[in-house]
């Protein structure tokens, strides 16, 4: 699970994931409506650019890249609700 409101796009989870999991997309205009105050103004910063758990069926919960997340996104969730 990757929570829309902390992600900057910096990439630390493309690096560390050994099974590729993630890319990086734009947010959509509902993800955007969806946001908070904060996240709009974050989002906004950096184009409106964040990763996506793309491939979480491949996720083996190792664990790395909610360790190398500078904005503390990221936690481990079912493969059912990932996003
Ligand atoms: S927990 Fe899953 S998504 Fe995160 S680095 Fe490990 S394999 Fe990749």
Known sequence: M???N???AKEDCLRVCPWNVF????LSRGERRQLSWIGM???FGHGHRQAY???AADCHACGL???ACPEKAIR???AA???
């Open 65 to 67: 890249c909610v360790e």
């Open 6 to 8: 902390r992600c900057e």
């Open 81 to 83: 609700r990932a996003g």
């Open 53 to 55: 758990a793309v491939r």
């Open 23 to 26: 890319e990086i997309g734009v």
């Open 76 to 78: 481990l969730a079912s």
């Open 2 to 4: 990757i929570d829309r």
């Open 41 to 43: 103004l974050k989002a």
